[in-house]
């Protein structure tokens, strides 16, 4: 191989600097976050970016919800932070569900709808289809305690949405 050659891969570029030529146009994941929800718990967890988060690890995933009877319920939430003169708020959030089978170490989801969900909260989009009340009140304690000052200044769609 050419030692000159670029090599093709993921390029995670800051949008703070004006990038042009090779990688222009590359995803900027710089202000994307996951939070895991498993159960009353929700928790900061970026592994999940690379389909590494704690409850990720260790398990074959299937895009057969049947393989996984006794899977429980967890979701991945893409969180975009955004910045305006005031500061930074919660800009986008989608959450993805899956079926985590810890013992038999098995799971299910559908790895397009985790990819499309996270560039829809890169969009600043809300889609929080699914969650229940439980569910709701973990992700929005979760990110008030990670960081009110955010909370605040987010739209009020979001507040609605886990209201």
Request: hydrophobic content about 40%; charged content about 30%.
């Amino acid at each position: 191989m050419e030692a000159d050659k670029k090599k093709l891969a993921l390029n995670i570029v800051s949008s703070k600097v004006n990038h042009k030529g090779f990688g222009a146009g590359a995803i900027d994941l710089s202000n994307v976050s996951s939070i895991i929800i498993d159960g009353d718990e929700a928790y900061l967890d970026n592994g999940a970016l690379h389909a590494k988060s704690k409850i990720e690890k260790g398990i074959k995933f299937s895009m057969n919800k049947d393989e996984v009877p006794d899977g429980r319920k967890c979701w991945i939430v893409w969180v975009a932070v955004d910045r305006t003169e005031e500061g930074a708020f919660y800009a986008g959030l989608t959450a993805c569900e899956m079926l985590v089978d810890t013992e038999a170490r098995k799971g299910w989801k559908i790895l397009a709808d985790h990819v499309n969900k996270m560039d829809a909260a890169m969009k600043r989009k809300f889609i929080l289809d699914g969650l229940n009340e439980q569910e709701k009140a973990a992700l929005k304690n979760q990110l008030i305690s990670h960081n009110e000052e955010w909370w605040n200044r987010s739209d009020q769609t979001l507040k609605d949405a886990l209201s």
